[in-house]
């Protein structure tokens, strides 16, 4: 038994260590990261073709878990978890459709009228959650389709619903990948959330998830689906604008676009996201709520579409009110919300 395990150490550790000589701290320390590496591919359900791309993952699994066991290790208001990105380089993380859904949109122009402009900050509640009000419906999870953009606009408008008829009703991101092909919107090759507002509204309604489940895939656009729900209009925040934002977030869920390709993102686990992110906005999600921390660092309350083993539960909180206009991660460039 000894002797076998002696062998199993020396075989992994010439295996992952590309045959150079080690000491036997290191041979542990990889024997300990393979197990975990076994121990992820089966909570994830992952299976390799062969031995060479085991091997390849297994060395950007080690990367990754190193990277967020020092990043954890100092003092930020937020932490990493080995999530269900951990085999993938944040390179490739920031070419998969579940972070690049988005479509550039330099061209936008803006809808006229912010309904909630002349609010007066004095009267706006200190923190929102629209979970609590019975706004939101579960995390889903978009897989590794570039649909985004249609999670986005459908959480909200799951919110403006359930505010105007007090039904919460899960909609269908699919009907939007399927049969929102005609404009700006290409399924699992990206969209934007406005545009989803445009079809939403044309095609007189979305109907109910449960009718038109998810498949995660481009399909055709089956006719004749029922609306189960619908909104009159939509209506952009004004730019580079948290205070904006935070009028119309008081009011409902809003859609909002942010840059979600810093491995930061890629491996959030929770706490308040702070600190340095990119404004190459490639990712939509919901603003859901705001508030403060005991230590008193205001956040967003976002809810993302990868599921419940990202993030805190499928949620997300980012830095409020930061000294760039754009926001963290751009989220005050380009919010939306429907009306009805
Ligand atoms: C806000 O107030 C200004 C000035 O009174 C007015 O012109 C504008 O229409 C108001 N906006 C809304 C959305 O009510």
């Known amino acids: 038994m000894a002797i076998h395990k002696a062998l199993l150490l020396a075989i992994l550790g010439c295996i992952c260590l590309g045959g150079t ?35 390849r993952r297994f060395e950007v699994f080690k990367a990754n878990v190193e990277f967020i066991e020092t990043f954890n290790a100092q003092n930020h208001k937020f932490w990493l978890g080995v999530n269900q990105f951990a085999d993938i380089t944040n390179d ?27 609010l007066s900050f004095d009267a706006l509640p200190a923190t929102m959650d629209w979970r609590a009000k019975g706004a939101v419906t579960p995390i889903k999870d978009q897989g590794q389709c570039g649909c985004c953009w249609a999670f986005s606009a459908v959480a909200v408008t799951e919110g403006i619903v359930k505010l105007k008829t007090s039904k919460l009703i899960s909609l269908s991101e699919q009907e939007l990948v399927d049969c929102d092909v005609h404009g700006e919107d290409q399924g699992c090759e990206g969209g934007l959330m406005d545009d989803a507002f445009k079809f939403i509204i044309k095609n007189g309604g979305l109907t109910m998830e449960s009718r038109y489940p998810y498949t995660a895939a481009d399909g055709k656009c089956k006719a004749g689906s029922n609306s ?11 730019a580079n604008n948290e205070g904006a934002l935070m009028k119309a977030v008081a009011n409902q869920p809003v859609s909002v676009a942010v840059d979600g ?40 309350l976002m809810k993302n579409s990868w599921g419940t083993t990202w993030g805190e539960i499928g949620y997300l909180r980012m830095e409020k ?7 963290m991660c751009g989220l005050a460039m380009e919010p939306s919300y429907p009306t009805k």
């Open 21 to 55: 000589v080690t000491s036997a701290r290191e041979l542990n320390d990889d024997l300990s990261m393979a197990a975990k590496h076994e121990n992820w591919m089966a909570q994830y359900g992952r299976v390799y073709k062969d031995t060479t791309e085991k091997m």
């Open 92 to 118: 490739e993380f920031r070419t998969t459709n579940t972070n690049k859904g988005l479509k550039a949109n330099p061209m936008r122009v803006l809808s006229t009228g912010f309904r909630y402009e002349n």
């Open 228 to 238: 189960a729900a619908t909104i009159t209009g939509f209506e952009d925040v004004p």
């Open 261 to 300: 390709g810093d491995m930061t993102f890629q491996f959030y686990s929770g706490g308040v996201m702070t600190g340095s992110c990119g404004t190459d906005l490639d990712h939509g999600i919901a603003a859901i709520g705001y508030g403060k921390t005991s230590d008193g660092t205001s956040f967003w």
């Open 321 to 327: 009110d930061i000294a760039d206009k754009k926001g």
